[in-house]
């Protein structure tokens, strides 16, 4: 696997995150581990409601109650993260419309970053992000509710982008998008990572995605990581979790025979 | 599919005036519905939402609206007046939104939504509209329904949240299901298991489903027919399994940018546009 080498950027160990007590307690993510080498994409997998986005918001400092050990850059992170932290990693939500603030315009929600980390040129900066996501300047003065599905994905995309980070966590980054808008970001941020070596996670359902974008993946149920394996074992179609060869049989589209021999994976592991 | 179709919409244009000028997010688009599984496929920013919420005059202001009929089941949809509109919304037709969450009011139980939205629309005792919500709650996958029952939107996941808004939509058991986007944030498993209730729900009791997606290989291998939108018009409309073999150049353009599973990692191609698209729809 290509995780045994090269520097990691990240690394994740034994990773816990509960939420709620009594009948509402759910343990979202349990033992969760792993590393992304620098320069590297690491794609997460899994059941909805497995706990993908809780392991993106843990490592980027959103939810401060977890156990265990995160490191970026080699530094082993406290739940709480300073200002320098969002300059060297920038996450992507799943929900574009909640991340978005809806009475400010894609100017503005541009130009806040720029402003909090005092980066010069602001103008040539926001006019370049929002080129390199395929929005026009036509946009720059919208609000979030006169754009659509795409149009807020892709703005929220630009927002990470700005800052130049070393890292991206990527959750779902293009499920709003057409194929077309989806391809042209894809090949952006391979282009990002060839050019400048940028570290990904990538939060995806779309094993094509995955397949095309990384280098290693987890699968996760039920809060666990089942599997983790390298792109290549996935193309070559040999994963070997019965979940992780359920998910490939769905993703050659809808069969209503085959859902029915579908089978719940609940609570192993 | 009966001879009569259950929506029939012609000639429909939808725009923004703003600022900066008119936005034609519909350019006249015309199709109509059987009670079978219609899908809409196309660009981002194409009108494939708001021509979903057209149908139920849910476009908000300062959004125009016109067609040359809009009908649905035998009833003017731009004729019926506001009253007659809530019942069709509460009733006959229903919409799961692209952003499920955001129609979530974030102060409230999950469970209470499901099962408020329910009395609204029929009479019954606060214990069956739960016992009702939470057998949706499970029909949708949802793992620990009682659970989420209790949780307010910002506490499930992604996905439970498209789940949620599904229940919500199918609990009046409509004639005609909107559903924008409505598994995108779902693993393919759930995700097919979720389509599978509303390939029951047409097969075996004659709803019609119009969904719209970006997934061109699930609607191909999910839907009977697929609308093709590109910048506000039709460009094609064609039966879903012979996606693959679409002729309009713009449809053979999206099959050409989708990623395969044995990538060699090279860069996707991407759609050049070309204006002509912009002016010639069906
Ligand atoms: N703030 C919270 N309070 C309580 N429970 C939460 C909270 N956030 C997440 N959860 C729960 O944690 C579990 C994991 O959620 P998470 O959002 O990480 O799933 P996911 O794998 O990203 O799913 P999806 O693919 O549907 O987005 C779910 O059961 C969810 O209900
Ligand atoms: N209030 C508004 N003011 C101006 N333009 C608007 C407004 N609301 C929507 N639009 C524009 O209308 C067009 C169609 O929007 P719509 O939401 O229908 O697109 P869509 O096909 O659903 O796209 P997506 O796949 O990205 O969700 C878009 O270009 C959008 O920017
Ligand atoms: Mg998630
Ligand atoms: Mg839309």
């Known amino acids: ?45 899994g059941e909805s409601g497995s706990g993908k986005s809780t392991v993106l918001r843990a490592l980027s400092g959103l939810n401060p109650d977890w156990s265990g050990r995160v490191a970026v850059a080699g530094q082993a992170q406290k739940p709480r993260r300073d200002k320098a932290f969002y300059k060297l990693a920038q ?54 509710h006169q754009l659509s599905g795409g149009q807020r994905q892709r703005v929220a995309i630009a927002r990470a982008l700005i800052l ?50 990384c280098d290693d993946l987890a699968v996760m149920n039920h809060g666990v990581v089942v599997e983790e394996l390298a792109v290549a074992q996935l193309k070559r179609r040999e994963p070997q979790h019965p979940y992780t060869r ?16 579908f089978e719940d994976f609940a609570r192993e592991g | 599919m009966s001879d009569k179709p259950l ?18 997010a519909v350019r006249g688009i015309s199709f109509s519905l059987g009670r079978e599984k219609l899908g809409i496929v196309g660009e981002s920013g194409s009108g494939k939402s708001m021509t979903g919420r057209s149908i139920l005059r849910l476009v908000s202001r300062p959004g125009i609206v016109t067609a040359k009929r809009m009908e649905f089941d035998g009833i003017d949809l731009q004729r019926a007046s506001a009253a007659q509109m809530r019942r069709i919304r509460g009733q006959r037709i229903s919409m799961v939104m692209q952003d499920p969450k955001f129609s979530l009011n974030p102060v409230m139980r999950v469970g209470e939504q499901i099962a408020e939205a329910y009395r ?21 996958r949802i793992r620990d329904p009682e659970r989420v029952y209790r949780a307010y939107p910002h506490e499930v996941s992604g ?8 229940a919500m939509m199918l609990i009046p058991d409509p004639d005609l299901l909107i559903a ?103």
């Not at chain 1, 996450?91 to 978005?100: A, I, R």
């Not at chain 2, 929506?7 to 034609?24: C, M, N, Q, W």
């Not at chain 2, 719209?212 to 027919?225: K, T, W």
């Open chain 2, 120 to 140: 609204t629309h029929e009479k019954v005792a606060p214990a069956e509209a739960k016992r009702r919500s939470l057998e949706m709650l499970k029909a949708v």
């Open chain 1, 246 to 261: 359920q998910l490939m049989v769905a993703s050659l589209g809808y069969d209503r025979a085959a859902v029915d021999r």
């Open chain 1, 91 to 144: 996450m992507v939500f799943q929900d574009p419309y909640g991340s978005l603030h809806p009475r400010h315009t894609v100017d503005r929600i541009l130009m806040e970053p720029l402003a909090i980390h005092r980066l010069e040129d602001p103008e040539r900066r926001i006019e370049r992000v929002l080129g390199e996501v395929g929005l026009g300047p036509d946009f720059r003065f919208r609000y979030p």
């Open chain 2, 180 to 282: 924008d986007e409505p598994t995108s944030a779902l693993d393919v498993t759930v995700q097919l298991q979720v389509l599978a209730i509303l390939d029951d729900l047409v097969t075996q009791r004659g709803m019609g489903l119009i969904f719209i997606s970006h997934d061109l290989n699930l609607v191909a291998s999910f839907c009977d027919r697929v609308v093709i939108m590109y910048a506000g018009r039709v460009m094609e409309i064609c039966d879903a399994k012979n996606l693959d073999a679409a002729q309009h150049p713009y449809t053979r353009g999206l099959l050409n940018c989708l990623p395969r599973i044995d990538s060699d990692g090279r860069d996707l191609a991407v759609l050049r546009r070309d204006p002509a698209w912009m002016e010639h729809g069906l």
């Open chain 2, 7 to 24: 929506l029939a919409i012609e000639d429909l244009h939808v725009s923004f005036p703003t600022r900066k000028g008119v936005v034609e």
């Open chain 1, 164 to 213: 130049e980070p070393r890292i991206l966590l990527l959750d779902e980054p293009t499920s709003a998008l057409d194929v077309s808008v989806q391809a042209e970001v894809l090949n952006l941020l391979q282009r990002l990572k060839q050019e400048r070596g940028l570290t990904f996670v990538l939060v995806s359902h779309n094993l094509s995605v995955v397949a095309h974008m």
């Open chain 2, 159 to 166: 996905g439970m949240g498209q789940r949620i808004m599904i």
């Open chain 1, 1 to 45: 696997m290509s995780g045994e080498t090269g520097r990691a950027m990240i690394e994740v160990d034994k990773l816990n995150v509960i939420f709620g007590l009594g009948a509402d307690r759910v343990h979202a993510v349990r033992d969760v581990s792993f590393r992304v080498p620098e320069g590297t994409t690491f794609g997460l997998v």
